[in-house]
């Protein structure tokens, strides 16, 4: 096992671990949406998991770095919330905020880290980005809400993982949604309505059986 010390605590993880696995696996929460432990590669998207390394002069992303014995870590200086924030709020530019007709309204990820980091979503929202959702992305099972949408890629993951790889990413920058790929158009012939990998990793509801989508989300409103 490897001690390291984060914010005046010590804990112990195994070696191999991503700090941020092993801060979270101590109750030490580092705001993420892009995250998950089983991924080898981490895609560090989201720019949320900032952390300061002693010996380091800049914040780094937790996700992608390895536990080395006698890390001395801090998750709540003030650069690193700043960035945590403004990252936060870009992102949410990004998010058409529908919360009472959200599927995840209990469990959001963005709520959660909106009230660790202080930020008030009732409060006047920033002005959203410009982003091109003319082009309405389509699949046979599911709705696909790019508007919601905040390009964790947590679905194209999990669709890979399966097996099935169906989904994919389109476009770049804030034009970027996530779109079906597959040729086989009737429900009955996918694997979809039984595996539902995506809409249950998915962080914000951004992809939803098609009974249960809002006509204005659904619509991009």
Known sequence: MIKITVDGKQIE??????????CLDNDIFIPNLCYMKEMEHP??????????IEGESKPVTSCNRKVQEGMVVRTDTEQVRQLQQNVFQLLFSAHHMDCKNC?????????????FLGIRLKAKKPEELGRDLTVQPTHPCFDLLPARCILCHKCLYVCKEKGYS???AVKNGINTFITYCGEEQDPAKLPCPTCGACVEICPVSAIV?????????AAGA
């Open 103 to 115: 599927l995840s309204r209990k469990t959001c990820q963005l709520q959660k880290i909106a009230k």
């Open 166 to 168: 169906i989904l994919k």
């Open 43 to 52: 895609p560090t998207s989201c720019r949320m998991c900032f952390v300061q």
């Open 13 to 22: 993880a195994q070696e191999g671990t991503s700090l941020l696995q092993a």
């Open 209 to 217: 059986p098609k009974k249960e989508a809002p006509k204005e989300a």
